[in-house]
């Protein structure tokens, strides 16, 4: 049903009537990528084993013993280019079937007990926000579409879990095949091949540390709405920030000007626009709630009463 400005109901300031930021647990997010790491490290170093011992056989060390290029090593290259194919096809694709069982798993396990943790977590930060705004016992059930959501997030995480396996794979076995054929003397040979395991287990790490935080965020946003709405709060303010260190720390949070200019407005919970590119936003990345765009720190705010300044501000956004 499409928002009416004019049903809203004005009532004056008073001590009450907005809740605390509900802000992500760190712990939660902490706690998801520690349950993910150990087997990120142990996959990397069992693929620079693996790589590193075929690279020590005799015709590997032929291959990349920097022989002089004359008119018959090419001729040997080619040959020994085929039969290192061979070998690096074979161990890869073991490397891969081993990994990719373990990764399949051990997700659905860490999943589930990720978006059980967050969800408790999520729901116990929204209470606290929704009874300092004044709502005495708020309502604690979860109805269908949080249930929905709940499961979706472990199906979900349980898939991004298995991804990271896969995208490590398929980085290793590219730079493998490149160290064979590359032009470019830092891609060559066994230099290469490490520096780009090095490179690729630094990536995988930071990949882990970046669901964990960003699924953490977009499941408090989605039960945290659902929450207030379930006791009736559909307003809430936007508090923009870069996220830890304050106003000024940007570093590698993604700051959005978009977001900084929303900062301190107050919006209906179930505003389309939220979700479009438009009225708000300019880029696909920027859309959502509060929190629910990748490395967005900002913080939802309930609002349980408006007051006038809050009405003259709700009247622009949706009268038109």
Same mark, same amino acid.
């Given at each position: 049903?499409?928002?009416?400005?004019?049903?809203?109901?004005?009532?004056?300031?008073?001590?009450?009537?907005?809740?605390?930021?509900?802000?992500?647990?760190?712990?939660?997010?902490?706690?998801?990528?520690?349950?993910?790491?150990?087997?990120?490290?142990?996959?990397?170093?069992?693929?620079?084993?693996?790589?590193?011992?075929?690279?020590?056989?005799?015709?590997?060390?032929?291959?990349?013993?920097?022989?002089?290029?004359?008119?018959?090593?090419?001729?040997?290259?080619?040959?020994?280019?085929?039969?290192?194919?061979?070998?690096?096809?074979?161990?890869?694709?073991?490397?891969? +079937?081993?990994?990719?069982?373990?990764?399949?798993?051990?997700?659905?396990?860490?999943?589930?007990?990720?978006?059980?943790?967050?969800?408790?977590?999520?729901?116990?930060?929204?209470?606290?926000?929704?009874?300092?705004?004044?709502?005495?016992?708020?309502? +604690?059930?979860?109805?269908?579409?949080?249930?929905?959501?709940?499961?979706?997030?472990?199906?979900?995480?349980?898939?991004?879990?298995?991804?990271?396996?896969?995208?490590?794979?398929?980085?290793?076995?590219?730079?493998?095949?490149?160290?064979?054929?590359?032009?470019?003397?830092?891609?060559?040979?066994?230099?290469?091949?490490?520096?780009?395991?090095?490179?690729?287990?630094?990536?995988?790490?930071?990949?882990?540390?970046?669901?964990?935080?960003?699924?953490?965020?977009?499941?408090?946003?989605?039960?945290?709405?659902?929450?207030?709405?379930?006791?009736?709060?559909?307003?809430?303010?936007?508090?923009?920030?870069?996220?830890?260190?304050?106003?000024?720390?940007?570093? +590698?949070?993604?700051?959005?000007?978009?977001?900084?200019?929303?900062?301190?407005?107050?919006?209906?919970?179930?505003?389309?626009?939220?979700?479009?590119?438009?009225?708000?936003?300019?880029?696909?990345?920027?859309?959502?709630?509060?929190?629910?765009?990748?490395?967005?720190?900002?913080?939802?705010?309930?609002?349980?009463?408006?007051?006038?300044?809050?009405?003259?501000?709700?009247?622009?956004?949706?009268?038109?």
């Amino acid at each position: 049903m499409a928002f009416k400005a004019s049903k809203i109901r004005v009532r004056k300031a008073t001590p009450f009537g907005e809740g605390k930021p509900i802000i992500p647990n760190a712990g939660i997010a902490s706690d998801y990528e520690k349950a993910i790491l150990p087997y990120v490290k142990k996959m990397i170093a069992d693929y620079r084993s693996n790589i590193l011992a075929v690279m020590d056989t005799n015709k590997a060390g032929e291959f990349y013993s920097g022989e002089a290029m004359d008119a018959s090593i090419f001729d040997k290259i080619k040959t020994r280019n085929k039969t290192l194919n061979k070998i690096f096809e074979y161990v890869l694709d073991s490397l891969f +079937k081993k990994w990719s069982k373990v990764f399949d798993d051990f997700a659905p396990d860490v999943s589930d007990k990720f978006v059980d943790k967050a969800s408790k977590s999520a729901a116990s930060s929204t209470e606290f926000s929704l009874e300092v705004a004044g709502i005495k016992e708020p309502r +604690k059930t979860y109805n269908d579409y949080a249930k929905n959501v709940l499961g979706a997030a472990k199906d979900y995480n349980t898939t991004l879990i298995s991804g990271i396996q896969k995208e490590a794979h398929e980085k290793v076995y590219n730079s493998v095949m490149l160290s064979l054929t590359s032009p470019n003397p830092e891609e060559q040979g066994q230099p290469g091949i490490i520096k780009a395991l090095d490179d690729i287990g630094i990536q995988s790490e930071n990949r882990v540390k970046l669901i964990a935080r960003d699924q953490t965020s977009k499941l408090y946003g989605a039960l945290g709405t659902d929450r207030m709405k379930q006791n009736g709060v559909m307003f809430f303010r936007w508090q923009h920030t870069f996220g830890p260190g304050g106003g000024k720390a940007r570093g +590698k949070i993604a700051w959005r000007e978009s977001h900084e200019k929303l900062n301190n407005e107050v919006f209906w919970i179930d505003d389309p626009d939220l979700w479009t590119i438009g009225k708000y936003f300019t880029k696909k990345g920027d859309i959502g709630i509060p929190g629910y765009a990748i490395n967005c720190h900002c913080r939802m705010i309930p609002i349980v009463l408006l007051t006038e300044s809050d009405w003259e501000s709700l009247s622009r956004r949706y009268s038109k």
